[in-house]
Each structure stands twice: as C-alpha cells, then as structure tokens.
C-alpha cells in the first residue's frame, strides 16, 4: 500500500522535521529524530511558546512539515493528501483539545459514539470485539468516572472536569492506536489534574494505546513513561 512502511515499529515515528509558520523567517521546530513506541506514555514539556501545539499538528496531520516525513502507525502522514489525512486522523488519532470541542447540542453519549460515525475503523474494531459504540461509550464513560445521571444530559450541564473526561471518552472509543492531548488539564485544580490523568493513563494502558501528552507543568512527568523536554529536542530556537 503507498505510504506504508514495511514494519510497523513505532506508533509515532518523526525524522528530519523542519516548520515554520507562514510569514515567519526561522523555523518553530527542527527536530531530527522522535519516536514513541506502542503503548508508550509519552510526556512532552516545555516552555509556553515553544512549539508544543505545533508538535502536536504535525503529529495529527493538521500541520505538514516543510521537511521530514512522518509516520503514524506505519502510515506515512507527511506525504498523504489533507482529504487522506483527515480521514487517516478520524480512524487511528484521538485528539483531547484544550478547549475540549464538545458539541453543546448533543448529549454526553451521542458527544463520545460521534468518533464512530466518522469512522468506519473504529465501528469495526469495536465490532470485532461484539460491541456497541453505545456500550463502549458507557463502559469508558463509567471508567473515567462520569456519574450515568448525566449520561443523557447536555454537555454544558457538566463540570470542566466532567467535560475533559467526556472529551477522552470521545477520543478513545473504537481504540485508536494513539491519543493525542494538549494541555487538557490547564483549567483544573491540583487534585482534579491528578485524578483526571491516573484516570487517562490506566484506560490507554489497559487498551494498549499510546499516550502523547504536551503541557507546560513539569509537575506532571510522574504520571508518564517516558518525559522529553521540547526545548532538548528541538533544534529551532525557542
Ligand atoms: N496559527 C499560527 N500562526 C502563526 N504562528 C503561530 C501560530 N500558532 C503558533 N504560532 C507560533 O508558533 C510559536 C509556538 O506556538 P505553540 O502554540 O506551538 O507553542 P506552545 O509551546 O504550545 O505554547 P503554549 O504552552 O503557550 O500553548 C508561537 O510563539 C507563535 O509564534
């Protein structure tokens, strides 16, 4: 198949990546080498303005790089059409956003199934397993602690914290092989920070998804495998 690697040997496989944004003279990120195996946690810090959400694009293929490939779950991201990469992203990323993107207009299960309805692979995988995207979206929403009153209620009747956790619901269902996060916990409290990620990290475990998570607080490296600071590998200046 184009754009696939032989051996799949990592989930996330960065080389030679050079961008910068339109407009600006240096380069925001050049980075020669980034790689993050399957069912890693990964933890990538750094300073605010360093290139972090940049880093992030470029890993979903919102963002292409001017140089370097990159390859996720052995596809060769870089290089695909943006109608491909969309839908390479739809099948195989989950992406928590920092300002999490729930549609106010559905309810808290329909917010989580929405993944599987654009995505064939994912009503697949849970097929496979004889699932419902109703039945796994309840399974992840109890996981991550979401009361089944509020199941079928709003989204905006919910608490940020409530919210984030829908958010990773939504990310996780039908099993992509990574999930993507930005700073999703900037809003929360220090106790809710880390219930929020033990809660993160043992479902991405138990599923065997690997787990790329950006922020600017050192404080969290302890709830990850593996901490890189950007600033380290990033070549650009920050
Ligand atoms: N949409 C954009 N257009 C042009 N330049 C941008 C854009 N987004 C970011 N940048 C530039 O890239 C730099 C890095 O931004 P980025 O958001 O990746 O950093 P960050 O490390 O995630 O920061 P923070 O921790 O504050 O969110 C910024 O300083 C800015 O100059």
Redesign the pocket.
């Known amino acids: 198949m184009p754009g696939q690697k032989n051996e799949i040997a990592y989930v996330m496989d960065l080389n030679q990546i050079h961008y910068h ?2 407009g ?1 003279q240096q380069p ?1 990120l050049s980075i020669d080498s980034l790689q993050v195996q399957a069912g890693e946690s990964v933890f990538i810090y ?1 300073p ?7 880093l992030l694009s470029l890993m979903a293929g919102v963002l292409v790089p001017d140089q370097g490939s990159i390859h996720v779950a052995g596809f060769e991201l870089s290089s695909a059409s943006a109608a491909r990469r969309d839908r390479f992203r739809a099948d195989h990323i989950g992406f928590v956003f920092q300002q999490f993107n729930l549609l106010p207009y559905l309810s808290v299960i329909d917010n989580v199934t929405l993944a599987c309805r654009f995505s064939k692979r994912r009503q697949q995988r849970l097929k496979d397993k004889s699932v419902t995207p109703e039945q796994e979206a309840r399974r992840l929403l109890a996981r991550l602690e979401i009361p089944e009153a509020l199941w079928n209620a709003g989204v905006n009747h919910l608490s940020i914290g409530q919210q984030q956790r829908v958010a990773v619901a939504r990310a996780m269902i039908g099993s992509p092989p990574v999930i993507i996060a930005d ?1 999703p916990t900037s809003a929360l409290d220090r106790h809710h920070r880390d219930q929020f990620l033990t809660l993160l990290t043992a479902e991405a475990c138990d599923s065997g998804t690997s787990l790329i998570f ?1 922020s ?1 607080d050192e404080d969290l490296v302890r709830h990850f495998s593996r901490t890189l600071f950007l600033p380290e590998v990033n070549q650009a200046l920050c």
């Open positions: 944004w339109p600006q925001i750094g605010s303005g360093c290139g972090k959400s940049t700073e950006v600017h």
